[in-house]
């Protein structure tokens, strides 16, 4: 085989596993944070508001795993929260995120069921009301 055929021959191969990672890139799935990116974005400033209002509470919010499936929260001001998300996030897999109501209560625990959700690092996000204000606190579990 002379020097021709042989550029000739890496130049095909080289162009063939070019293609081949072409093919297998554009076969992967992207999948950002949330669905709707760019709009939550552009609020974050909101977002700062509601995490520099958190800082400032005296006695903040504390999310646990219990064993036999719970999660729980303790937080005292519970009797003052008007509404609130606690969010469970999994940075890996988009379906596999979960959402529970956090509501006013006169104690100052409230347990949510995991049971059935897949075992992996999650991101506790707690969204919550009071006193017209919104407070907000991220924190990584693992179930």
Known sequence: MNWG?????AFIIFAAFIAALVTICMRQEVSLVTKE???E???YQMQIDRMSHTAML???????????????????????VQDGVLQLFRPSDPSLDKEFEVRKSATSLQ????????????????????????????????L
Do not use: C, H
Not at 126 to 138: D, V
């Open 41 to 43: 974005e552009l609020a």
């Open 5 to 9: 055929k042989s550029i000739i021959l």
């Open 111 to 142: 347990y949510f069921s995991t049971a059935g959700m897949a075992r992996g690092m999650y991101r506790a996000r707690l969204k919550w009301t009071m006193n017209g204000q919104e407070f907000f606190l991220e924190q990584l579990i693992t």
């Open 37 to 39: 990116y760019y709009k």
């Open 58 to 80: 005296a006695v903040k919010p504390l999310i646990d795993v219990e064993a036999g499936d719970l999660l729980k929260i303790t937080y005292v001001d519970f009797e003052r």
